[in-house]
Each structure stands twice: as C-alpha cells, then as structure tokens.
C-alpha cells in the first residue's frame, strides 16, 4: 500500500474524478475509506473486506472526522475552514495529481496549464508524438483521471496531463515538462482572487528540479512571471515578432509563420485554422524537443493535427458562407481570439451562462479591431449585459437577443454570400445547454439542416 496514504481515507467529492479515485484505494488495498459528497452518493460494488463509510447531503464533510487522510477531488474548494481545521488537528490533504505525480513511473511527465489552448496543446504534444512512434497518454482534467493512468502505465511511456487551476492549488511536485500558456482571469467564481487563480497555477513549475524543462510565453506579462517561478534548468520561450519582446524568444511568431532556429512552419500548409493556434504549436514544439523530438518532424507531425471538436472548427462553406463552431470559447479572451482569425466580413453569435466575467475588453476589441464584424447576435443569461456592454463600447452594428440559438443562427445568415458565421460565445452553456458540446452539436445541426 502506498505509505501517503494514512488510513482511513476520505474521497472529498464524487464525481468521476471521485470514482477513479476508489478504484485507485481499492486497487491499493486500502481497507478503510469514507466517501463525502454534497450530492447522493452511489456505489459501486466495494471488494469483500473493505469498510467503507459514505457521507452526503448538507453534513458532507462530517466525514472528515473519521479521516486521517483525505484525497480531494479537483472542483472541491481547499481553502474551506472545515479543512483547514482537519489539517489543523493533523490531517493529510492530497490531490490525484500529487499522488499521480509521486508515483508516477512514466520516462517523462508533460503538465500544461494556462487560460486558454490548454486541450489543444495536449493533443498537439500527443499528436506530435504519436507521429514520431514515441508512446503517450493523456489525462488530468482532458482524457481519463491522471490515477486511471497508473493502471496500465510502462516505463516507456510519456504521461501529458491538462491541468486546471483547481487541480493545481495545493500541488507541491511538478512535472518535468511544464508548459505555461496564455493566463489570464478565470473562475472567479471559485477561486477567491486573480492572485489566488495565478498562484494556484504556478503549482505546474514552482516545484521543477534543475533538470527538467519549463516552456512559456514570453509576450503574455501573467504568464512570464509564472514562468520565472520555475527553477527549471531550460527555460524555452514563444515570442511574437511584434510583440513586447520583438520576437527574442525560441520560437518566433510572425503573422502566420511559425519560426524555431531555421525550421519553419506555415498555417497555411496545416489543417488547423486560426492564427492564436500558433501559440499552442509553438508550445507543443518546444516541449516535445525536450522529449528528444527535432523541431522538423514536430513541424511535418502538426501539418496533419485536426483541431479538437467546438474549438475554432471549421464546418465547411454553404450558400457561400463560411461557418466555424467554437462552442469551446467559454471565455471572452477566447472570444478575441477566434475573432482576430476572421479574414471575411462576419456575423458573431454570443452569449450563455453566468460567470460574472467581465466583457469590457471584449466589447472594445470587436467594436474598434474587428473592423470586419457586420452583426451580432445574443443568447443566454449574459445577452443583455453583453448588449449593453457592447453599445457602451459604441458598437455600430446590428445586435439583436434571441431566445435561442435557433433563432441567432437564422439571423446570421444575413451575412450572406462570402461572409462567414461564427459561433464564439465567451460564456458557458449552462441554462440553454447541458454543457458546451450539447451546444456545439447543436450549431453543427444546424450547417447540417442547411
């Protein structure tokens, strides 16, 4: 049995990060183990021998006092009085990344974190691997739980891990390779500030040893100081050319030309579509060099990379009109993104649940730098927040709240002829939609019906 694991053990939250966990004690031979979730709890079928205690409803975490060590799920929030009292009175909190990142036996371990492009960089390390025959998997907060891994895990295999913020918070090991992407303000409605949100993610590389390899781009000011948390040996950088460090970096971004040393790599010869995918190519090079990969196969690996579903995908042009689904765009820096991609004039759907972000920037980026934006159209909760965020921002186009997605994607299509749709919301789906493929299926369908 793994000598952090002090029974009895807790299981804070019961989600699918949860269960992994389970299988993972039972897999352990841990005997005594205590299950606390807001939430009904149901259980598999628990191995002959083993105690197990759950707790649900509002007295969850009256749990804890039959613990000694507890093992957190990721959405559970750590600062919470009730466990810094249990740590108080000698408690052991873990994670499911600590415990993957402690026992891990894979060659090397590649953690990504950032705001944005996170998913995409994973399967584009991935990708570039699976070309160059070197054996990987992934998990953390994309693909299965990191402790799902453990299971059929060889010494030959490099683990990539998605990491979020909230995996991140109270992490005292670090992979070998860390990549930092763009960071810039998210979930704060969980995490207490934008301190607290950028500290949590420096967990990814303040722990680094001398030997290992920490990627990061230089341009974005949060994610340059991350960086310099990192004891890293190597230390490589994405630049842009016209950036605040006019392209100094290992790798140089120059309008939609990639550079590292003499390699290059053109998005136009590339399936993917979108100039800020540069960054996350960029980032997936120069972490796979330090995985022994030359820059030249990485390049000639991502020329066949397919974009992940709802992330800037191309759907194909009907009637003349270009339509691209980024139902993944829960974010407005997401948002300035994708639109900062469009050549054509363009009609934008936006709009979903509440998070309380803040669509000031947003609003001012599409109103005075997207010169080609020719209609809005708003759906969910934020639509009359974002309407009116964007009439301060003195926007001259038509924009119109619908009900539905429905309805806003029959209103884009008075972009007409070579003109494109794009459906970027800058929110969740929450309220309208399950979850943001629910949405994305559902804008798909719609080009479809076409």
Not at 81 to 94: I, P, V
Not at 119 to 147: E, R
Not at 228 to 247: C, H, Q, R, T
Not at 299 to 328: C, H, Q, W
């Amino acid at each position: 049995m793994n000598s952090n694991l002090v029974s009895p053990v807790g299981i804070l939250g019961f989600g699918v990060e949860g269960q992994s966990t389970l299988r993972y004690l039972f897999r352990e031979g841990v005997k005594e183990i205590v299950v606390m979730d807001k939430n009904p709890v149901t259980l598999p079928e628990v191995p002959a021998g083993i105690n197990l205690k759950t707790f649900s409803g509002e007295g969850y975490l009256d749990g804890l006092k039959d613990c000694v060590t507890v093992v957190r799920s990721a959405g559970v929030y750590p600062m919470s009085q009730d466990l810094f009292k249990f740590q108080m009175n000698g408690g052991m909190m873990t994670s499911q990344i600590q415990l993957f990142l402690e026992q891990t036996k894979s060659a090397k371990v590649v953690g990504v974190t950032g705001t944005l492009g996170k998913g995409s960089t994973v399967s584009m390390v991935s990708h570039i691997l699976d070309k160059c025959g070197k054996k990987n998997s992934i998990g953390g907060n994309f693909g299965v739980p990191a402790l799902d891994l453990l299971e059929d895990e060889t010494p030959d295999r490099i683990s990539i891990l998605e990491l979020s913020s909230f995996q991140l918070m109270t992490l005292s090991v670090s992979p070998d390779v860390s990549i930092v992407l763009r960071v810039s303000t998210e979930h704060l409605d969980w995490h207490k500030s934008v301190e607290e949100y950028r500290d949590a993610k420096a967990n990814l590389v303040r722990w680094q040893k001398r030997g290992d390899t920490c990627v990061y781009l230089a341009d974005a000011e949060p994610t340059a100081k991350i960086a310099s948390e990192s004891p890293a040996g190597k230390k490589l950088s994405v630049s842009l050319a016209a950036g605040p460090s006019a392209g100094s970096g290992d790798a140089v971004i120059e309008g939609d030309t990639l550079t590292i040393g003499t390699d290059k790599l053109c998005l136009a010869n590339c399936k993917v579509r979108g100039l800020y995918q540069l960054e996350n190519m960029a980032a997936a090079t120069l972490a796979c060099t330090a995985l022994g990969i030359s820059v030249a196969d990485a390049f000639k690996a991502l020329e066949t990379y397919e974009t992940l579903p709802f992330r800037m995908e191309f759907k194909g042009e009907k009637n003349g009109i270009e339509f691209y689904n980024d139902s993944y765009a829960t974010r407005p820096d997401a948002t300035i993104a994708a639109t900062g991609s469009m050549k054509r004039p363009f009609a934008l759907i936006l709009g979903g649940s509440e998070k309380n972000a803040d669509f000031t920037e947003l609003s001012q980026i599409l109103v005075n730098e997207r010169p080609n934006l020719k209609q809005v159209a708003l759906i969910g909760a934020t639509a009359e927040r974002m309407l009116q965020s964007l009439q301060e921002a003195g926007l001259k186009v038509p924009a119109t709240i619908y009900p539905t997605l429905e309805e806003a994607f029959a209103d884009s299509l008075k972009i007409g002829q070579g003109g494109t749709v794009i459906m970027s919301p800058a929110c969740a789906s929450f309220g309208l939609f399950k979850n943001y493929k629910v949405r994305g299926q559902v804008f798909d369908k719609l080009v479809e019906e076409l």
